[in-house]
């Protein structure tokens, strides 16, 4: 019996860990742990993190075991689910030039991620893909978004065809840790004329007397990645 085996029969039929004994185990013992009870967790997850994981599955089948009165169950006030207590990034389209943005948290990592000592801030990373290569990004910039924010509009280039966003997570030391990757959403948008980007030069006098100016300058100073 190898220390999986010894792990999963800790408590009999129920996924039972303790801290300190998965605190024994090899980085590699852990992941493996976790793809045997169906944690799909990114590779570059941290030991701590890990771990955490691992023992939310105690909550998880401590919850599937509860029993519900059908009686109470079904007077109770339905509720819509705004998250599913999971770590994840979604993209929709709204239009040629903006991208619907939306993501949740497990509670768990959120907790531990925001009390840390040197956690600075989460951001959201719009990457352009190469279309030779989708997994490769040709270009990205990133967007600071408040820890309570689960949603962002976003605006992208004219030019670019394929787009991915990252959830990320940034610590004071400069490492930065990406927590869940979005689906690939491809659009075609090169015959959008750019009207906000032509030259200050090319308009007349009267049409520049309007506040046109202005507003290319404040177009460009709040959607700077547009304009690449």
């Given at each position: ?67 519900v009165d ?44 925001t009390e ?102 404040s177009h ?9």
């Amino acid at each position: 019996m190898n220390i999986l085996d010894d792990a999963a029969m800790e408590s009999g039929s129920a996924v039972k860990f303790t801290r300190s004994y998965l605190q024994t185990l090899s980085t590699d013992a852990l992941f493996a742990l976790a793809d045997r009870y169906g944690l799909f967790l990114s590779s570059d997850l941290t030991r701590y993190l890990l771990i955490s994981e691992l023992l939310d599955l105690d909550d998880g089948f401590a919850n599937d075991d509860d029993s519900v009165d059908p009686i109470l169950a079904s007077t109770r006030p339905q509720e819509a689910a705004y998250g599913y207590n999971m770590t994840e990034i979604r993209v929709v389209l709204k239009n040629p030039l903006w991208f619907f943005v939306f993501w949740d948290f497990h509670k768990r990592l959120f907790t531990e991620l925001t009390e840390a000592k040197d956690f600075s801030f989460f951001s959201l990373r719009v990457h352009s893909l190469d279309l030779e290569n989708p997994l490769k990004s040709s270009d990205f910039f990133d967007i600071q978004v408040p820890k309570e924010d689960r949603r962002r509009y976003v605006h992208v280039s004219f030019d670019e065809y394929l787009h991915r966003i990252d959830l990320m997570a940034h610590f004071t030391n400069g490492r930065e840790q990406i927590l869940s990757q979005s689906n690939v959403v491809g659009m075609r948008r090169k015959n959008i004329p750019q009207r906000l980007c032509i030259s200050q030069n090319a308009v007349n006098k009267i049409i520049g007397l309007s506040g046109l100016t202005s507003l290319k300058k404040s177009h460009f100073r709040h959607y700077r990645q547009a304009f690449r």
